[in-house]
DNA sequence: ATTAAATGTTACTACTGGGTAACATCGAGT
DNA sequence: ACTCGATGTTACCCAGTAGTAACATTTAAT
């Protein structure tokens, strides 16, 4: 009990309070999904968290698979804004971008919290096929290759899909792993993994 | 009922009827969890399918977390045994073992039956640190990155370790984004994509 | 045949969790 | 002041699930 009221108040106070209920229950629900796994918590604990309560959730969301399935949207909507900062923080040159974007995940990585492993996470708890989420996870994850594809052709390196596949499941690998293994996981080193193919695609 | 009853009967035939109890739910328990997740399935419908109940199977296990933590050791024992059956086709040729394991993998992946890819989705269902399936993924997942760092010295390939955990993100990526894509999903072409990656560590 | 161990059967407890109904309360706008 | 919409509160229902108790049944060993 003692745990579970601090950790209450701690949601609470990342709630801000003058945000309307719909939004502290979507932020509630991103902590403690992340945390707990999509079905490791009710929408009992994800309201009162929220700082409001059952009802008020189910007259913002039709039902909990609902509720996860706006979580993990909000999560690919928060990848693809990283992917357009990116953009105008190295315009034409996708090869920075791309070297970008493997930095702020190992950097994302080392505090815990990235949102592409969140919806990795969440992909593969989510097993019923007719679940919400599936055609958003699996929309997400075509539109992501499609980007990094793209932005390898353009890139000029040489066989640029082989070195897209091979970044997004390097990408994904070190997603999957991540909490499996301890600090001396693989993925720590993946900007340097992942430079080492580069490397191996320059003509 | 009726898909329900189809199902069961098409379990029991694959829990042969001379097997014990024992190994009969394990057998069903690995086809369940392995469908529908460790969290997707209870104990009922796992006895049920082994042709067997509920209480027989607590009489051979203490409780349904002890059940998942044996059924990860079923598989890990089971991707054990493919490394040695490899050792023996290819003895003295770590390359060839570790290309005749892409394939397998690939293969098996197509089948959608490989352990590999079950251990991975359950270590990503299991959120509680306390599971005792915890340990068997992680002794497992260090022990098979071990495996493949001791290959690829034993290769003569340059820089062993960054290809060993290359190829370990890379295989691990492919498992996590396994059902989430279609037929055209990256994975697909492991082989070939892991063969760049050991041709660029060619001397 | 008898015994003992393993297994089957039924019924039950306790708990959790998704979802809803009814009514109370508050707050802003007229 | 009044009203109406949004929110809070309480109390439920229902289904599923982990786990147990008690007793019946089979099976094999002696």
Redesign the pocket.
């Known amino acids: 009990m003692d745990a579970k009221s601090a950790e209450q108040s701690v949601h609470r106070n990342a709630s801000e309070r003058g945000l ?3 939004e502290r229950i979507l932020l509630a629900a991103r902590a403690l999904f992340a945390r707990h796994g999509v079905h490791g ?5 994800i309201a009162e968290a929220a ?6 959730l ?3 969301f039709e ?3 609902l509720l996860v399935a706006e979580y993990l949207r909000g999560l690919t909507v928060e990848t693809s804004a990283i992917w357009c900062e990116l953009e105008t923080a190295h315009p034409d040159d996708p090869l920075a971008q791309i070297n970008a974007w493997l930095c702020r995940i190992a950097h994302h990585a080392e505090h815990g919290n990235e949102s592409g492993c969140a919806l990795a996470s969440a992909s593969m708890q989510i097993t019923d096929p007719a679940h919400p989420g599936r055609k958003v996870i699996e929309a997400h994850t075509r539109q992501h290759r499609d980007k990094l594809i793209q932005l390898c052709r353009a890139s000029g390196l040489a066989e640029p899909e082989q070195l897209a596949d091979q970044l997004f499941l390097l990408v994904e690998g070190s997603r999957a792993t991540w909490q499996t293994v301890g600090d001396d996981h693989p993925g720590a080193a993946l900007a340097t993994l992942a430079a080492g193919i580069i490397a191996s695609h320059r003509r």
């Open positions: 309307p209920p719909r918590i009710g929408v009992d604990a700082g409001t309560n059952k009802m008020t189910y007259r913002h039902s909990k698979d």
